[in-house]
């Protein structure tokens, strides 16, 4: 049996971006991947992705908000960050592991009424959603 690979999720805050990415990989994936999230400088699930994950069919309310530290670069076959300050920040990585970088917007500084900041988690989930499927099927292709 193939090894899965390993998906490490970087964030600045691992609050919202990450744990949307996590959870799709998990619930898209399970079978070839293994994934994780972690942040530069992690804060708190954020209560507005855990609900546009959940009408997409994915809870993350199990998830973690967690730092990046231990082997976790070691342990990632890929880290994929989420944000232009993880980009900036990500440390050197360990040969062989491969780096991406998929800039998304943040949809916690997202204003007008409540309705557009939901509208821009929903957007944001929907992005991430198209990028982690593509990315499961470059997998399974064995492509990564």
Known sequence: MKKKTRILFLCSG????????????RHMG???LE???AGISPLNLNPLAVKVMQEAGVDISGQSSDP???????WADMVIT??????EQCPVLP???EKRHWPLPDPTVAGGTEDDVIDAHRSVR??????VRSLVQEVRAGGS
């Open 68 to 74: 990046l530290e231990g082997n976790l670069l070691e």
């Open 95 to 97: 040969p062989g592991v």
């Open 35 to 37: 994934a994780f999230s």
């Open 82 to 87: 989420l944000c232009g300050s993880a980009d």
């Open 126 to 131: 929907d992005r991430i959603h198209e990028l």
């Open 30 to 32: 399970n079978d070839i």
């Open 14 to 25: 691992n609050s919202t971006r990450s744990q949307m990415a996590e959870g799709f990989a």
